[in-house]
């Protein structure tokens, strides 16, 4: 019923987002990650396709259900992710990143199980490439009028401790994102693995627009607020 009634305000545009941690080996038994749950990607995924939108979802791993009428793209790694988001960005709409990527990996992961008596005490590291990042240099907010060639709206999330609206202020302009949804992370109003959220959607100078609910019902809003920056 509520699929029937709800204005179809992403007809015909077509969605891509990022959901879920991903994981990094360490040795076949072992890796690094993080505590999302997914829910808040799979929820917009979930209300893009209500909203009459085509969306592909490539999502690290959860224990979430493909949204119906969503296209699914599992991967484990950022680096993984990376190759798969950027595959599909140029035949895009909107890619919005809502994965929750680690930062780092494993400089030498090994394919075998490691006994602990022959690990080091300490990992050696290097950076993930940056998903968000690298679309807001190919198509992001310093990409006006580059000709006629598809140009996805670039979205990003922030997951912040403190100073969230600032913080997510600067690392949108930092990754040229167009606009960057903020959410706080620790303390009482956690939104990391919550069945609920409030974010502050920042697009441009635009002074922030803030949504509260269950996931389901930001992400139904979020999607309303930035259908308005589709019309392009
Ligand atoms: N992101 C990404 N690829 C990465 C890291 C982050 O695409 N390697 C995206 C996330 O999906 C999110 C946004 O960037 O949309 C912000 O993620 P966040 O972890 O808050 O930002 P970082 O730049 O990694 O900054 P921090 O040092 O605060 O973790
Ligand atoms: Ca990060």
Redesign the pocket.
Known sequence: LDRAFSPQRLKGKRVLL?AGPTREAIDAARFLSNPSSGRMGYALAAAARQLGAEVTLVSGPTALATPYGVTRVDVVS?AQMHREVMARAASVDVAM?????A?WRPAHPSDKKVPKSQMAATLELER??????DLGERYGHGRQGDGDERRPLVV?????SHDVIERARS?CAR?GAHAIVANRIGGPTSTFGAESATVHLLAGEDEPQTFSGTKTEVARALWEALAGHLQR
């Open positions: 990022s950022a990143m809502v994965a929750a990527v930062d993930n490439p940056d998903i968000l990042a990003g999330f922030a997951a912040e690392k990754k």
